[in-house]
């Protein structure tokens, strides 16, 4: 009789310790997806700020004279920012963003920014379905931004067969991101680097990734490659 008994307290023990374990559990899971809902609100709200900022840039240059360029290109860096957050908020998973979805928002504003339906610059994205985090995406944000825009202000691409070419490939240790033009790359006499130039070897050292140029018969190739190591959402 003793042992029964004993053996009934301890079921019933086992059953309450699941039973907390199990509210625990709930509660965990709870707490995670209304975090989720904050920070992907947050996200919202930073992205509705940023494209505020952008545009109050853009309606700036309008009486900035000859330093107009320089307000359409921190407009254009903004911007860039706020479709990050934009990913952020439309992501299953907090803190991440698909890099084949943000770039094609990306090439879209970038080209729609660069002139009207006549002057449509053709931008073609050859990418793999990609999760990076957040803390890559932005600063990886700024410098497609930057090589892009570089590359349509100066290959002018028509047609195309000259279009400017956006890839993402995954590898073994990391991926990459090249961005293509017809273009023939920086002019060899020019000794200065400009400000686009300095940020994106700066922003390529923040998140420890590496930079190639090439300078081929079918244009000029730049090509960003991040390691697994940083890579990895958290």
Do not use: W
Not at 13 to 31: F, M, P, Y
Not at 76 to 94: C, E, G, M, N, P
């Amino acid at each position: 009789m003793g042992v029964r008994l004993f053996d009934e307290l301890e079921a019933l023990r086992d059953l309450n310790e699941r039973q907390e374990l199990q509210k625990a559990r709930q509660a965990l899971e709870l707490k995670d997806r209304q975090r989720g809902l904050l920070l992907k609100e947050i996200d919202h709200r930073i992205k509705n700020s940023l494209q505020i900022v952008s545009s109050l840039l853009h309606l700036q240059a309008r009486t900035a004279g000859p330093a107009a360029s320089k307000f359409h290109d921190a407009a254009a860096r903004i911007t860039a920012i706020a479709a990050v957050h934009s990913q952020l908020y439309k992501s299953d998973y907090a803190g991440t963003v698909q890099l084949d979805d943000y770039l094609a928002v990306l090439c879209r504003e970038i080209a729609a920014a660069s002139g009207g339906s006549e002057q449509a610059y053709p931008i073609i994205i050859d990418s793999v379905p990609l999760t990076i985090s957040n803390d890559i995406a932005v600063p990886l944000a700024l410098i497609v931004n930057e090589l892009l825009t570089n590359a349509i202000r100066h290959s002018r691409p028509v047609g195309q067969d000259k279009a400017i070419h956006v890839a993402v490939n995954s590898r073994q240790d990391g991926f990459s991101v090249s961005v293509s033009d017809p273009g023939h790359g920086p002019d060899p006499a020019q000794t200065t680097c400009g400000l686009g130039t300095r940020l994106v070897e700066a922003l390529t050292q923040q998140i420890k990734a590496t930079i190639t140029k090439q300078i081929l018969l079918s244009g000029y190739t730049v090509t960003v490659m991040v390691p697994k190591s940083i890579n990895s959402p958290a």
